[in-house]
């Protein structure tokens, strides 16, 4: 198993940049596919980005394409979200989850078998 806890979420102004983190522990961090997802109040659970085991391939929702970026450190045990050109829509928890059923970029919440707490995001107009 896997323990996630992500930081780094807060307020920002539209435009502005923050980075979340997602520290995991537990089985070797290395074997696990990493994404990112983000709720909005009263909306679903969406999709915002991936990254393969050893960093060499992500997926990025098509909201965030160009603005975000995710990233990995395996010998921190740690996935970053860089998010940049914020907007107000981009207001959310943001979770990061850990699969390990296969290598591939999952996109939907169920391929995801381990999530952290979430941490949320408020970007003010």
């Known amino acids: 198993q896997v323990q ?14 923050l980075r979340l983190s997602c520290a995991a522990s537990g089985r070797t961090f290395s074997t696990y596919v ?12 969406e999709f915002v980005a ?14 965030v394409k160009g603005r975000f970026t995710v990233s990995r450190d395996n010998a921190k045990n740690t996935v970053y979200l860089q998010m940049s050109s914020l907007k107000p ?3 959310a928890d943001y979770y990061c989850a850990a699969r390990d059923t296969s290598i591939l970029l999952a996109t939907t919440r169920d391929e995801y078998n381990y999530w952290g707490q979430g941490t949320q995001v408020t970007v003010s107009s």
């Open 34 to 45: 990493m994404g990112w997802f983000r709720q909005a109040p009263g909306k679903e659970r």
């Open 50 to 63: 991936a990254i393969s085991r050893k960093g060499g391939t992500t997926n990025y929702a098509d909201s």
């Open 89 to 91: 829509e981009d207001t």
């Open 4 to 17: 996630l806890v992500e930081s780094g979420g807060g307020l920002v102004q539209a435009g502005g940049s």
